[in-house]
C-alpha cells in the first residue's frame, strides 16, 4: 500500500496565505446555471474565497428537486470532504450551511436528529479534520433567516469569538437569491471575510499535516 504524501508544514509567515474562507460552488445544478448565482460566487472570490467545486449533478434529489435523498447526502459528504481535503491542509474546519445539509437532521415528523450533520462530521474526520464542526440551519444564508441572528454572518461570528481559529467554509446562497437584495448578499459577504480575516488566520498549530 503505497504511503501517503504528507503535507508541509507551513511556517507562521506562510500561514496567512492559506484559504482561511472556502464556499462550495453556489452557480451549480439543480439551483442553477442562474446569472444572480453565477455574481455570488464572483462575489466570494473577488474576496479571496476559494471555489470548491463539487459535482452535484450526480446526487440524487427528493422530489421538491431542491434537496438531496439520504443517498444524495452521503455522496455529497464524500465529494465535499475530499474537495476540502485537497483545498487546505488545515486540519480544523467549521461548515456553515443551510438546508443542503440541514435538511435530514429533521425526523419525517420535525424532530431534530442531527443526523446530517453528524455524517458529514464523520466524513470530514475520515479525512484527516479534527473535531470538525457543522453548523447547519434550514433557510439560513448570507442575509436570510438575519431577522432571526442565524445569517452566516452571525453565526461565524460566534464561532470566532468563541475561540474557533482556522478556515471557514460556506454551503449556501441559494435562500438568498430568492430575496433579491443582491447589494445587501454582497456586503454581507464581504462582512464574513471581513471578520474571517481579522479572527480567522490559520496557525501553524491548525495546520499540521493530516496522516
Known amino acids: 500500500m503505497q504511503a501517503k504524501k504528507m503535507h508541509q508544514i507551513p511556517t ?5 496565505r492559506l484559504p482561511t474562507m472556502l ?4 452557480n451549480s445544478s439543480p439551483w442553477g446555471p442562474d446569472f444572480t448565482l453565477a455574481r455570488f460566487d464572483k462575489t466570494l472570490n473577488d474576496i479571496g474565497s476559494r471555489q470548491l467545486e463539487v459535482c452535484f449533478e450526480t446526487m440524487p434529489l427528493e422530489d421538491d428537486g431542491e434537496h438531496f435523498t439520504r443517498e444524495g447526502q452521503r455522496m455529497f459528504n464524500t465529494a465535499f470532504a475530499e474537495s476540502l481535503r485537497v483545498a487546505t491542509p488545515s486540519r480544523r ?31 470530514l474526520s475520515h479525512k484527516g479534520f479534527d473535531a470538525p464542526l457543522v453548523d447547519a440551519i434550514c ?3 448570507f442575509v436570510a433567516r438575519a431577522q432571526f441572528g ?7 461570528s460566534r464561532h470566532l469569538r468563541a475561540g474557533y481559529r482556522g478556515p471557514v467554509v460556506f454551503v449556501g446562497g441559494w435562500n438568498d437569491a430568492r430575496i433579491g437584495r443582491e447589494s445587501d448578499v ?4 464581504r462582512r464574513c471575510g471581513g471578520i474571517i480575516e481579522r479572527f480567522g488566520t490559520v496557525s501553524s498549530t491548525s495546520s499540521a499535516p493530516r496522516t
Open 23 to 26: 464556499h462550495a460552488r453556489i
Open 12 to 16: 507562521v509567515s506562510q500561514a496567512s
Open 139 to 141: 433557510g439560513s444564508g
Open 186 to 189: 454582497a456586503n454581507a459577504m
Open 93 to 123: 474546519i467549521v461548515v456553515v450551511a443551510d438546508s443542503a445539509i440541514d435538511f435530514h437532521n429533521w425526523s419525517d415528523d420535525g424532530e431534530w436528529t442531527g443526523w446530517a450533520s453528524t455524517a458529514l462530521q464523520d466524513a
Open 150 to 156: 442565524e445569517h452566516f454572518y452571525a453565526r461565524v
